[in-house]
């Protein structure tokens, strides 16, 4: 194949090849930009359950822009030790992190309505929760065979799938606007469909650098558009600008340390969750930007990174931190595996951690202009795990457990209160999807046999049971 502008086919597959640094900027920060507001949208949801103010003349918007400014710094720590890694922390691939969503659930009801006073609860036992995390390093390498591609496809495609929502919510107006007028409305559709059509055409229609950075050019047009069209004002960007600090450093334990049992439980269980998703994630990023198998050693850095990155963040003020699977649609659209591209937007990210007047400015980006974005990524995740699906032999005994486990997974994440019934931190772990779809898979594919009978997948599947590897319908 031929060399593109950025370097050979093989170069793009390495983790460690680093191209020309005016290339490899861009690049870096369009992975900024691509999970930017899934990033800081969790310490966002956290302060208005806390009940800090959101005016710029709030008495805690101070506490508002520090827990967004921890959630951009601590992304950009724990992206580092996954691209740079310390020892055996770190799997040495361009993985994302980013502060996680599932453990919402946990923190928005230990801070509901205390204001400062619940947080002490809370980063105590995403401290805690995070070095369980970290262990996790130590044995999911030698349970990796329960782990199979029908597995994890199928985590990676229920992320892709549940994301797809959150996507489509940032294009109308964002959650905020639900319910509003404002919401779905022709101004924010077109804003998101701007950076959608201009992604997609430098994608399929340019080469080079234009085509491999097509996403952060499709932001900045959508971005340029929004101020043509009011959606943006030079006022907001100046009273943003205003009320954030020129530098600010993290202050450790701002909010002091409290051993809450329920705080330690939820996290460490939830826990499962996001390492089932990051080994997902580094499957996802071999298999779209190297078409390899991921390695027993880039799991286990990959999940010690996830877990020291969260512990270290909670010290400061920072939400738990996984790996973010946007990103890993990005590398499959780019083509560029290079772990140094990444290593440059972790640290752009410590800048804007550490200089609140950077992230302020980023903030002024409207969340439809994102959206735009992220309906790109989010779809991309899909098809990332569909293609690691396609590794899968579909026979019959494969169908049943995928079908079982994506039929109870989906379901929860589409009816959660059909299990409103069951006590508060299982109902939680059942509403996410994952955790059941994940458990089920794996449980099933370890106790049935090789093959089931003619009869029993015909009662299952009405006749319509695939033969063959990768496919629903050819034969072995």
Not at 107 to 115: D, E, N, R, S, Y
Not at 270 to 297: Q, Y
Not at 387 to 403: E, G, P, Q
Request: with cysteine; proline share 5%; net charge negative.
């Amino acid at each position: 194949m031929a060399e593109t502008s950025i370097g050979t086919p093989e170069q793009l597959r390495d983790p460690n090849f680093t191209p020309a640094l005016h290339k490899a900027i861009p690049l870096g920060i369009q992975h900024v930009l691509a999970m930017f507001v899934s990033n800081v949208t969790p310490a966002i949801i956290v302060a208005g359950a806390a009940g800090f103010g959101f005016g710029s003349n709030s008495p805690d918007f101070p506490e508002l822009l520090y827990l967004i400014q921890m959630s951009m710094l601590f992304a950009g720590v724990a992206t580092l030790l996954q691209t740079v890694t310390v020892g055996p922390v770190g799997a040495a691939l361009p993985i994302v992190q980013g502060t996680s969503f599932a453990f919402l659930p946990i923190m928005i009801p230990l801070v509901a309505g205390k204001g400062v006073d619940g947080l002490a609860a809370l980063f105590g036992g995403v401290i805690i929760g995070g070095v369980f995390h970290a262990c996790l390093g130590a044995v999911i390498g030698k349970i990796r065979f329960a782990l199979p591609p029908l597995v994890t496809g199928l985590v990676v495609t229920m992320i892709g799938l549940a994301l797809v929502k959150v996507g489509i919510q940032y294009a109308a107006g964002g959650v905020p606007a639900i319910g509003t007028p404002e919401y779905g409305s022709m101004l924010n559709w077109s804003a998101a469909m701007v950076v959608v059509v201009v992604t997609l055409a430098l994608k399929f229609f340019a080469r080079g650098m234009l085509s491999v950075s097509a996403v952060l050019i499709g932001l900045a047009v959508g971005y340029l558009y929004a101020l043509m069209v009011g959606m943006v004002t030079f006022e907001a960007i100046g009273a943003s600008w205003g009320r954030a600090s020129a530098f600010a450093l993290p202050v450790p334990f701002k909010y002091g340390f409290e051993f809450s049992f329920a705080a330690v439980i939820g996290f460490c269980l939830m826990a499962f969750v996001s390492a089932i998703e990051t080994v997902g994630d580094v499957s996802g990023v071999t298999k779209g930007g190297a078409g390899r198998e991921a390695t027993d050693e880039e799991i286990s850095g990959a999940t010690y990174a996830d877990g020291f990155g969260s512990a270290l963040a909670g010290v400061f003020g920072g939400l738990p931190n996984t790996s973010f699977s946007q990103n890993v649609g990005l590398i499959a659209m780019t083509g560029v595996m290079s772990r140094h591209v990444v290593t440059i937007g972790a640290l752009f990210l410590i800048l804007c951690g550490l200089v609140p007047k950077v992230g302020a400015i980023i903030r002024t980006i409207p969340i439809e202009v994102l959206g735009g974005g992220v309906i790109v990524m989010f779809g991309m995740v899909v098809a990332a795990g569909i293609s690691m699906l396609s590794d899968v032999d579909w026979n019959r005994r494969n169908m049943v457990i995928f079908a079982i486990s994506l039929s109870i997974g989906f379901g929860l994440q589409l009816e959660p209160d059909a299990v409103q019934h069951l006590p508060d931190t299982l109902g939680i772990l059942m509403k996410s999807g994952l955790l059941p779809a994940a458990v089920i898979a794996i449980v099933l594919n370890l106790v049935l046999p090789e093959e089931l009978t003619d009869e029993a997948t015909e009662e299952v599947s009405g006749g319509m049971s695939g033969h063959g590897s990768g496919s629903l319908s050819g034969h072995k």
